[in-house]
């Protein structure tokens, strides 16, 4: 039978040769690839929400590599809470600037001027970011928004589809998802829904830092060991910004630390580390007993299902 | 063999698939102590004495209240043979459509039964179910064989009455996975505990009547096929997903076709065929941003240059001339129904096969799969959520299709609302229904 002959045919030659090399990160970035050119190919606006974190910039990574040698068919979305690091803005500016890219600005610090938004009482300013994306999303009739989430973060993460229908509120409906076959995405909407589109889902921790090593990706320098002052809170090391900075009984002292999450300056903290390239945090992250979020993330420790509930509103 | 491995669970509820899968974490050690402290903390505020290990999977708030899985969940382990992404379903009759849709890209399905129920009902829907969609290796874990003859006067005896229980359901479930197709090879029954860990990731020597690889030991060793494409390889299959074209000072004529291989392999020079136009030309070169490739193969995201200027755009396919499917505008299809209201024949639909999305209509319904009867009734007037049947399917533009059977990516498909946009059936080309039928392929 041809089948038979076929593979003999195939599996015998030297083109067998090229199986081996086709690993782990390389079937994630394949799919990761896949589904950017499905989103280019079925959407009219999509768009990359680009924090300027590790997450994103590996999806930032891939999105380059799917459409090279053409320029990349989507802007970037940055929903600026007034409380990031400085590195990290810094970095953002670069990355736009290195290739080009067209970058949108949703700033709750302008939300909060003119009186849409109310600081609230524990400063915290990453629940604010909600109604900035979502007028973002409205306002340029972005279709889909990629997000560099992953199912291993979060347990109410794990139960995200790789496309997630959104509707006008921007909510998410667990119950209501559509199921996800084989690799046909289905990302037909009504006007005013949009899809939220999310190619990292099957990477894990390691596996992104895996790929940084690999593939040579530029992040923000906080990933790397570096000494700062920070002071001490709930077991986290902050940084003192325009958020705040040392209360009574917290002293500021220079250490070395780097960041293992990029968020609100307020309620991130750095890991004590000298980890300062990407073998040593290999190492590090091999090795560690605690998640990055449980480790250095203040609003996901708020209850069992702060996620969740941050997701049903409309964030990520 | 492939360092990736893509696995599903399936069973009926209560049967302990949450307590597994979380064991499973644990003892890969890919659950961090701040998880475990959660759930520690979560399982005290329920009044347990030991963690409850079905709270790390279990996430949502409902299901918390509820004690049970709603949605599909994907959970990432590894260890130092294998990375596993793993698909874990809900056992709920009414999530049905969460297991076609965990169990699509499985690679591997372990399907859990509680050694002292058996065989049910539940376990005969969902063996038919991964056997109508082609997964190629399946697990039989016999759960809670602890608790099997506890009221035994000995361990002994224990012993002898679970050694009973494991080999009755065994011998019943090869029965079923032989009529439905699996070839022993790629069957294995493991008694397991869950909660105790026995089985899980080191052999147990609670379980003397068992002489097989813990769960763990199979995952990390059992062969699979790299590209995850079932059985049958065929030639290569290209659908094209996107036209990239820079128009840059730099690359001002570059035209390539970017996709991801759905089957086969490719390399320069190779003579290619493409669908639905008929067209023929060479492939001039494979295009990464790491540079070309001298041959790429099924599963990887690639872009290829030709020879010739050919008109070729997104939902084409290119494929090896020797066995290029022919585009059809009519053809026979399963159906796995997972709309809430019942499919009838003169439906207007929308079908997405590989990268084109193009109008349907079913027409005749010819089939309705009885689960318990593992047969066909004929003629049904509808098909209802979860239902599986036999369809025919007219396409306003040709569709280049393989039969499921032999290359589950290219005899895939989705029916989908024109209205709504919800994914209404789950599609498999050919007659992949008649294999799962008694007695009608070996």
């Known amino acids: ?316 | 063999m492939s360092d990736l491995l893509r696995l599903a669970t399936a069973g009926s509820v209560d049967d302990g698939k949450s307590t597994l899968v979380g064991r499973l974490l644990y003892d890969t050690k890919s659950v961090l102590a701040d998880q475990i402290d959660a759930v520690t903390r979560a399982s005290v505020d329920k009044g347990l004495s030991t963690p409850d290990l079905s709270l790390l999977v279990d996430g949502l708030r409902a299901e918390r209240e509820q004690g049970i899985t709603i949605d599909v969940a994907y959970r990432y382990f590894a260890t130092p043979q294998r990375s596993f992404v793993l698909a874990d379903t809900p056992g709920h009759v009414q999530y049905t459509r969460n297991t076609v849709s965990g169990a699509s890209t499985a690679q591997l399905v372990i399907l859990l039964v509680d050694a002292r129920k058996g065989v049910i009902e539940q376990t005969r829907r969902h063996a038919a179910v991964l056997a109508l969609l082609g997964v190629p290796k399946l697990v039989l874990a016999v759960n809670k064989i602890d608790l099997v003859g506890v009221d035994e006067p000995s361990e002994q005896a224990q012993q002898a009455a679970a050694a009973k229980v494991f080999a009755e359901i065994s011998a019943e479930f090869s029965h079923l996975t032989r009529t439905l197709g699996w070839p022993d090879e790629d069957v294995l029954e493991i008694p397991v505990s869950a909660l105790n860990g026995d089985n899980i990731a080191t052999r147990s020597d609670r379980t003397p009547y068992y002489s097989g690889p813990s769960l763990i030991e199979h995952l990390e060793s059992v062969p699979v096929d790299a590209d995850n494409s079932g059985e049958h390889a065929v030639g290569l299959r290209f659908p094209v997903q996107y036209v990239i074209r820079p128009r840059t000072p730099e690359y001002p004529d570059y035209r390539g076709y970017a996709g991801q291989i759905a089957a086969g392999s490719v390399a320069p020079g190779d003579e290619v065929v493409v669908l639905p136009s008929g067209i023929r030309t060479t492939v001039e070169r494979i295009d990464t941003p790491d540079g070309e490739l001298a041959v790429a193969q099924a599963g990887r995201s690639v872009t290829l240059i030709l020879a010739d200027e050919v008109d070729i755009s997104r939902g084409d396919t290119i494929a090896s001339p020797g066995d290029a499917p022919e585009p059809v505008e009519t053809f026979d299809a399963t159906v796995c129904w997972l709309g809430d209201k019942p499919l009838r024949p003169g439906a207007r639909l929308l079908l997405k096969h590989g990268t084109r999305t193009t109008q349907a209509i079913v027409g005749a319904l010819t089939e309705r799969f009885d689960e318990q009867r593992l047969a066909a009734d004929p003629d049904p007037e509808t098909l209802s959520l979860n239902d599986i049947g036999r369809i025919s399917v007219r396409v306003a533009e040709p569709i280049a299709a393989d039969d499921y059977r032999t290359n589950r990516h290219t005899g895939s498909f989705l029916l989908i609302d024109p209205a709504g946009g919800n994914t209404l059936a789950a599609g498999l080309v050919g007659d992949a229904l008649t294999a799962v039928e008694v007695g009608t392929e070996a």
């Open chain 1, 1 to 316: 039978m041809w089948v038979t002959r076929l593979m003999t045919d195939v599996f015998t030659t030297e083109r067998s040769v090229g199986l081996s090399d086709f690993d782990t990160l390389a079937a994630l970035e394949s799919e990761a690839i896949h589904i950017f050119r499905e989103v280019a190919g079925e959407f009219e606006r999509p768009v990359i929400l680009f924090s300027g974190g590790k997450d994103s910039t590996v999806l930032l990574h891939l999105a380059l590599k799917a459409f090279w040698p053409a320029p990349l068919p989507f802007a970037l979305l940055h929903v600026d809470t007034g409380h990031n690091l400085p590195e990290v803005l810094e970095f953002r500016d670069h990355v736009v600037e290195k290739y080009g890219l067209r970058l949108h600005v949703a700033s709750v610090e302008d939300y909060l001027a003119d009186g849409r938004l109310t600081e609230r009482p524990d400063g915290i300013r990453n629940p604010l970011q909600t109604v900035p994306l979502l007028d973002a999303i409205t306002e340029n009739r972005f279709d889909a928004v990629f997000g560099g989430a992953r199912r291993d973060e979060e347990r109410s993460r794990a139960k995200e589809r790789i496309f997630s229908l959104r509707n006008a509120f921007g909510q998410w409906d667990p119950k209501r998802q559509r199921p996800e076959l084989w690799n046909l995405y289905n990302g037909r909407h009504a006007p005013g829904e949009h899809v939220r589109v999310f190619p990292l889902s099957n990477w894990t921790e390691l596996d992104i830092w895996r790929y940084i090593a690999r593939e040579n990706v530029e992040l923000a320098t906080i990933y790397y060991a570096h000494q700062r002052p920070v002071y001490q809170r709930d077991g986290m090391w902050m940084t003192p910004g325009s958020w705040g900075g040392a209360r009574d009984g917290e002293v500021l002292e220079t250490r070395s630390v780097r960041y293992r999450t990029v968020g609100d300056g307020s309620t991130t903290g750095a890991i004590l580390s000298d980890a300062a390239d990407n073998e040593a945090i290999l190492a590090e992250v091999a090795a560690s007993r605690l998640t990055e979020r449980g480790a250095t993330r203040g609003d996901d420790r708020v209850s069992e299902a702060a996620m969740e509930d941050r997701k049903r509103e409309g964030y990520f």
